[in-house]
């Protein structure tokens, strides 16, 4: 898929306001994954995230016809958009606050919004398995996605790698969703049902490039030059912004580099597969509990090898993160006697991080100071 791709009008001048290329029947497969989050996706075209705070242009009150109405997959996705659009655009993003971006997936009214969007911004790699669908039922359109990890390395999941490199068998499916009740052990026992098919698999590939400041700016670069391309006369605002934002991330890496470069060590647990990137950048090593999606649980062997690891490398902290259950973390720490704490893969923000007027830069410093803290234990 390109990372910019423009469906043009039927006729000049028309905006298509609705799917008329979509039936009932595809929207109703569209919308059936969604199951468990139907409140949260009644209201999830315009919800809201935490904005940057960026200084007013001139600009778009001289020419509010040329306002961009951009539709966004997640929280990182919307933060990256929203500090290069400042407000000459209308940036909303799709999945709500408080919501698992794994699980979701587009209703009826959300393929109604993205296709009334003049772009739709997603991270790709896997992490929307809705985009591809939802852009080809928007043919017809003059719809524009924006693939934002396009052209960046991306590699496979951790336990991809750790089944191939080391040779363990994890007892691990990608094609199987589990359901699980409050009541079951989070150990997680071998036996699980697998008659559910996965719907949410990232095909292997790792995702989370947003986790790792410098993939951060290269998502930043391909959205701003998509952007500029699908609003020339707001191009060199879009640029301008978007250096002042990339100033920003080369801060954060920065910080990232001096915190962790002397640390006593360099491995670190935590809930599921998430800091691939940030580890590889800064010269960590993650050892994951579970897969690329946090909902997926491990089997018995997968637990016994962490908890073997964390012992003989005297593991002091196992990360655990927001919007899932702790339970398998708790687990591992209460058997090293371990304590947890929180590394954010920054996937959505809660009520408390709205709360505390929290954005992507905000989390990323808490996570580098859990880090600091375990790494030097």
Known sequence: MSMLKSIPRSRPGFRIRHLAAVSLTSILILAGCGSNN????AESAGSPEASPTIAPSAAASEAPGNRLNIKVSFYPMYEFTKNITGDLADVEVLVPAGVE???WEPTAKDMAA???ADVLIYNG???EGWAQQVIDAAAGSSLVA???SKGLEIVEGAEEEHEHEEGHDHDHEHDHDHEHTDGESAAGEAEHDHD????????GLDPHVWLDPVMAIGEVRTIEAALSKASPENAA???ANSEAYIAKLEQLDQEFRDGLKNTKRKDFITQHAAFGYLARQYGLTQLPIAGLSPEQEPSAAQMA???EFAKANKVTTIFFETLVSSKVADAIAQEIGAKTAVLNPIEGLTDEDLKNNLDYLGIMRQNLAALTQALNE
């Not at 139907?38 to 996706?41: E, L």
């Open 114 to 116: 993205i296709s009334d």
């Open 196 to 203: 559910h098919e996965h719907s949410h698999d990232h095909g």
């Open 237 to 239: 605002a879009f640029q």
């Open 38 to 41: 139907t409140a949260g996706n």
């Open 146 to 148: 924006i693939e934002a």
């Open 125 to 127: 790699a896997g992490m």
């Open 101 to 103: 971006p794994h699980d």
């Open 305 to 307: 090898e962490v908890v």
